[in-house]
């Protein structure tokens, strides 16, 4: 079993800034693609980025240019550097990675999620 720790959430004002932290922890052998998805008040949940152990990354249309994914490969940690917030970023964000258990298995993991708010 895979523990994602995630930290950084809050309310900004719209044009601020936040930065999203996750750290695995548990029975790990190698972690394939980490990222962040988001979910709104009524809406499914979706992509917003994601980074390989390679560090190529993917981005939703609507976060481009404004949020920056990283990883921390040594501490298993993911980042989301999130600039130019808009009310339309509001959401929870959860943090996934899919990863190789101990066990030699593939697998994935979630956050508990992180609540984001930008009031208009």
């Known amino acids: 079993q895979v523990q994602l720790e995630e930290s950084g959430g809050g309310l900004v004002q719209a044009g601020g800034s936040l930065r999203l932290s996750c750290a695995a922890s548990g029975s790990i052998f190698s972690i394939n693609t980490m990222g962040w998805y988001r979910q709104a008040p009524g809406k499914q949940r979706e992509l917003v980025a994601t980074v390989t152990s390679g560090g190529n990354t993917n981005y939703a249309d609507s976060v481009k240019g404004r949020f920056t994914v990283s990883r921390d490969n040594a501490k298993n940690t993911v980042y989301l550097q999130m600039n130019s917030l808009k009310p339309e970023d509001t959401a929870v964000y959860y943090c996934?990675?899919?990863?190789?258990?101990?066990?030699?298995?593939?697998?994935?993991?979630w956050g508990q999620g992180t609540q984001v708010t930008v009031p208009s």
């Open positions: 996934n990675a899919n990863y190789i258990n101990l066990g030699r298995a593939l697998a994935a993991s």
